[in-house]
């Protein structure tokens, strides 16, 4: 007999651009994959500077007030200890 064991499989995407610009096509900054857990966004533009933060991420980041620009994301799932860098461009 062989015994298989399965560990925590997870599949994130994360999108480096999106357009919210009332098209109804790509509005917010949609992440595939997070609908389970707790999810923390942190969105910093170039200088460093934290212009989102959300410690309960649904996907409805809209760039609100924000110049169309590079930003830089931190997303983290405490619960299952993911952590996410990377950039994302926003498009007005």
Not at 38 to 56: C, K, P, T
Not at 66 to 72: D, I, K, Q, T
Request: contains cysteine.
């Amino acid at each position: 007999s062989v015994e298989i064991k399965q560990e925590k499989c997870h599949f994130i995407f994360i999108p480096n651009v999106f357009t919210p610009n009332q098209d109804g096509k790509n509005e917010t900054f949609y992440i595939k994959g997070i609908n389970k857990g707790n999810w923390q966004l942190r969105i910093y533009d170039r200088r460093g500077m934290l212009v989102y933060e959300n410690n309960a991420y649904k996907n409805d980041w809209k760039g609100d007030n924000l110049p169309a620009s590079l930003y830089y994301f931190r997303l983290i799932n405490e619960e299952d200890k993911e952590d996410y860098k990377g950039w994302v461009q926003l498009i007005k």
